[in-house]
């Protein structure tokens, strides 16, 4: 969200070139970032009445969104914003049927881009490995000598600045508000519940899954409630069959 209405109000507005705002953007995003991790999850997590675990981090981020909500408002207004589209042009026709827009294929290579090339670092470096420790068993992790807050620290910033890119790729389809952030997030998470916290390929594939069907339901089911419908099918799903899914192993790791 942030990235949409930050580049929007710089190219728009202050008349700033498309790179330029871009850059300004995502400096400012991973700035407030390591900021919020050297204060508040630092504190919250290594302090003397620390709380550690993946639920703890999440608390602490949810409320980070309502907060980032609130100051958008008082910057940006109520209004729908969206950044310069990447890729300019008609729909891209295939096989003379299917229309797909050039921004969301920009989405989606972004998404499979940014999924394949963490699953590679994780699987194939050292310091992957490490990152993997960390979020499997984060008191294992120290005690073994790796340094959890620098990794931390590395996923909070390294997430924000990939958050802030698919606001901006995203953004000339959907339009942004100050409240898209937190829908955003929810959706993330699940997507991230569903993979255990420690399979990004099967998160990437339930994000996929998660926000085709909620295009689905507004279709062809309600607009207005789509996300409603949406979330209430996956606790149902959740309820059912929370091991199959990786919930089990979310809350249990």
Not at 11 to 18: E, G, H, K, Y
Not at 182 to 189: E, H, L, M, N, R
Not at 193 to 221: C, D, H, M, N, S
Request: net charge positive.
């Amino acid at each position: 969200m942030i990235g949409a209405l930050g580049v929007d109000n710089l190219v728009r507005v202050r008349n700033w070139p498309l790179p330029a705002a871009i850059t300004a953007t995502l400096a400012v995003t991973a700035l407030f970032a390591y900021l919020y991790d050297q204060v508040v999850l630092r504190l919250a997590q290594d302090g003397r009445r620390r709380q550690e675990g993946l639920v703890i981090t999440f608390f602490f981020t949810f409320a980070l969104s309502f907060f980032i909500d609130g100051v958008a408002k008082i910057l940006f207004g109520t209004d729908v914003h969206a950044a310069p589209a990447l890729w300019n042009g008609n729909s891209l026709n295939i096989a003379g049927a299917l229309h797909i827009e050039r921004a969301g294929i920009l989405v989606l290579g972004c998404a499979v881009l940014s999924g394949a090339m963490f699953a590679l670092y994780i699987r194939y470096t050292l310091s992957g490995k490490a990152m993997e420790a960390c979020g499997e068993n984060y008191l294992g992790a120290r005690i073994v000598g790796i340094d959890t807050r620098r990794y931390r620290r590395i996923i909070f910033v390294a997430t924000a600045i990939l958050a802030g890119i698919f606001g901006i790729v995203e953004s000339p389809i959907t339009g942004f508000t100050f409240i898209s952030g937190a829908t955003i997030s929810v959706t993330g998470f699940l997507a991230a519940a569903y993979g255990g916290f420690q399979k990004p390929g099967r998160a990437l594939v339930a994000g996929l899954v998660i926000g085709i069907a909620e295009v689905l339901l507004g279709g062809y089911v309600s607009a207005e409630y789509s996300d409603t419908l949406l979330y209430a099918i996956l606790a149902a799903l959740v309820l059912a069959r929370p091991s199959a899914l990786g919930f089990e192993s979310a809350v249990g790791g």
